[in-house]
C-alpha cells in the first residue's frame, strides 16, 4: 500500500529536486541529499516492504505496507517523531519553572554562518554560556536544552538559538533547590561577547574577505575592527514568560527538532514554478502569505 506525502510535491513537480541538484549539487551536503531521497521513497517499495498474514492457516489472505522513511526532512514521519519526543521529554525533565530565551544576533552577522556548521554548533556553546555563567555566578547549577534554527517564519536565513532554562537549581555548596532570576541585559553582554569572540577567533574558518560587500577586509586585523563595531549594534535576546513545567518549551522545540522547516498544512499553492505558504508575522500578530520560488 503506497501512502502518499503531500509535501513531496515541492520536490517532484516538474523534477524541481533534480533540477536544483543540477543547479547547485555542489553546495548540498551528503547528508542533506540523504535526507531529501529517503523522504521521496518514504511510503515506496524503495523503503521496503511489510507483509501482514492472517494467523489462520487456512486464510490465505495478506496485505503488503510500504516502510516509511523516518526523515527529518519528511513531514508525515517529523510528526510521529515529534509525537514521541515530546512524551518522553515529558518523563526526563524537571517538573519546575521553566525560562524561554531566543537568542539572536545582527543581520550583518548572518553571512558568515550560512553553511558553516561547525561555527553553528558552536553558537550553543555561546548561548548556553550566558545563562551558566550568570548562574554559576549565583552558586546554582541549572538545566538546559536546546535547539538551533538557522531560518526564519518567511525562510530567509535568520541563525538564531532557543534556550529553554530551569528557573532554578541545586546549590553547589549545599545540594538544596534555590530558585534564580535572570537579568537580561547581563544575558545579552554574555551571548554578545561569546559570538565576536567566536567570529574574532575564526577568521580562518570565515574567511569574511570572500562574501559579498566584504573584501575590504583582508586580514585579521581588518577583521577585528569589523567585530568590534558590532558592540554598538543591537543585540536581541528575548525573554518569555516563565512557565510551570517544560511541556511548553518541549512541545514548541519539538516542531523545529525533527520537523522539516514547512510543515505541509502551511503550504497554500504549488503547481511548480512559485510556493505559497502563510507565516505568522511577531510583529503584527496577524497571518501573512508569501510567495517564493520553487529553490
Same mark, same amino acid.
Given at each position: 500500500m503506497y501512502i502518499p506525502r503531500p509535501a513531496k510535491l515541492l520536490f517532484t513537480v516538474d523534477d524541481g529536486w533534480n533540477r536544483y541538484l543540477e543547479k547547485h549539487g555542489d553546495s548540498i551536503s551528503q547528508w542533506t541529499r540523504l535526507c531529501v531521497e529517503r523522504m521521496l521513497a518514504c511510503g515506496t517499495c524503495a523503503m521496503g516492504v511489510r507483509r501482514y498474514c492472517c494467523a489462520s492457516p487456512d486464510c490465505t489472505h495478506s496485505r503488503f505496507f510500504c516502510q516509511s522513511c523516518k526523515s527529518k526532512a519528511c513531514s508525515a514521519c517529523g510528526m510521529k517523531s515529534t509525537e514521541q519526543w515530546i512524551a518522553k521529554q515529558q518523563h526526563v525533565l524537571p517538573d519546575c519553572d521553566w525560562q524561554h530565551i531566543t537568542f539572536t544576533m545582527p543581520h550583518?552577522?548572518?553571512?558568515?554562518?550560512? =553553511? =558553516?556548521?561547525?561555527?553553528? =554548533?558552536?553558537?550553543?556553546?555561546?548561548?548556553?554560556?550566558?545563562?551558566?555563567?550568570?548562574?554559576?555566578?549565583?552558586? +546554582?547549577?541549572?538545566? +538546559?536544552?536546546?535547539?538551533?534554527?538557522?531560518y526564519g517564519r518567511q525562510l530567509n536565513q535568520h541563525p538564531h538559538i532557543h534556550v529553554s532554562v530551569t528557573r532554578g537549581g541545586l546549590d553547589v555548596k549545599h545540594g538544596a533547590w534555590r530558585s534564580l532570576f535572570f537579568r537580561k541585559k547581563a544575558v545579552e553582554e554574555i551571548w554578545r561577547g561569546a559570538v565576536i569572540r567566536l567570529l574574532r577567533d575564526s577568521y580562518e574558518r570565515v574567511s569574511p574577505g570572500t562574501l559579498p560587500g566584504l573584501g575590504h577586509i583582508r586580514d585579521g586585523e581588518q577583521w577585528r575592527r569589523y567585530l568590534k563595531a558590532q558592540y554598538g549594534r543591537h543585540w536581541k535576546v528575548h525573554f518569555a514568560k516563565k512557565t510551570r513545567g517544560a511541556w511548553h518549551s518541549v512541545k514548541y522545540l519539538g516542531r523545529y527538532l525533527k520537523r522539516p522547516p514547512v510543515s505541509a498544512s502551511r503550504l497554500r499553492h504549488y503547481a511548480g514554478g512559485a510556493v505559497v505558504h502563510h507565516y505568522l508575522d511577531h510583529r503584527t500578530g496577524k497571518h501573512k502569505r508569501q510567495t517564493l520560488s520553487q529553490e
Open positions: 550583518l552577522l548572518w553571512p558568515f554562518f550560512s =553553511n =558553516n556548521w561547525p561555527l553553528l =554548533n558552536d553558537l550553543f556553546r555561546c548561548a548556553t554560556r550566558a545563562m551558566l555563567k550568570w548562574a554559576r555566578r549565583q552558586g +546554582i547549577e541549572v538545566g +538546559i536544552f536546546c535547539a538551533l534554527h538557522t
